[in-house]
């Protein structure tokens, strides 16, 4: 079945960095578009990065750019999400997403505080 695992997140200082990964299982990885979203408390889930199957095409969210990086390995079948300069509005739970057909990881906390 399909899988999408995340791990790297974590507590870190502000205008520190983390790396977040997602690796996926149970699909034709390089097919499919992939993308990361989050969700801070109390607030909707927000589309963070996307970026395409041949990673040709990729898009973020205004107040991530120029800060975060989103890239894929097509061989491992994972995305990464490298993020820097973070801040404390960055803290949120991150998960990996398949768009179509939808797919959903368990989600990685990251924590950006002094």
């Known amino acids: 079945q399909v899988q999408l695992v995340e791990s790297g997140g974590g507590l870190v200082q502000p205008g520190g960095s983390l790396r977040l990964s997602c690796t996926a299982s149970?699909?034709?990885?390089?097919?499919?578009?992939m993308s990361w979203y989050r969700q801070a408390p109390g607030k909707e889930r927000e589309l963070v990065a996307a970026?395409?199957?041949?990673?040709?095409?990729?898009t973020y969210v205004d107040s991530v750019k120029g800060r975060f990086t989103i890239s894929r390995d097509n061989v491992k079948n994972t995305v990464l999400l490298q993020m820097n300069s973070l801040k404390p509005e960055d803290t949120a739970v991150y998960y990996c997403n398949r768009p179509f057909p939808s797919a959903w990881g368990q989600g990685t906390q990251v924590t950006v505080s002094s």
């Open positions: 970026i395409s199957p041949t990673s040709s095409k990729i």
């Open positions: 149970g699909f034709t990885f390089g097919n499919y578009a």
